[in-house]
């Protein structure tokens, strides 16, 4: 299984950024998400979404970011508008199936005050 992330960059706070991820299966019927890791930190959640659109956000991102899914192209997205500083930091993609997690290669946001 491969997970292929793109849309990271470079921006200014307040700016946005819109992160695609693709899987080589599908997993529509599984969890798919994002996480994070900046700097000297450990990777956290940053948001996912069920195969019933049911999506949890980190409280550091609510109403910031949005997550979403097309299941016919295997892929799940995120929409992070109002960018911080702090949304510094590699995201990577995960997908879950029963015991299995399966991680994108990241991709490395960059957020300019």
């Known amino acids: 299984v491969q997970l292929q992330a793109s849309g990271g960059g470079s921006v200014q706070a307040g700016g946005s950024l819109r992160l695609s991820c693709t899987a080589s299966?599908?997993?529509?019927?599984?969890?798919m998400g994002w996480f994070r890791q900046a700097p000297g930190k450990t990777r956290e959640l940053v948001a996912t979404m069920g195969s019933d659109g049911n999506a949890r956000y980190a409280e550091s991102v609510k109403g910031r970011f949005t997550i979403s899914r097309d299941h016919a192209k295997n892929s799940v997205y995120l929409q992070m508008n109002n960018l911080e500083p702090a949304d510094t930091a590699v995201y990577y993609c995960?997908?879950?199936?029963?015991?299995?997690?399966?991680w994108g290669q990241g991709t490395l946001v960059t957020v300019s005050s």
């Open positions: 299966e599908d997993f529509s019927q599984n969890l």
């Open positions: 995960n997908a879950r199936r029963l015991v299995n997690i399966y």
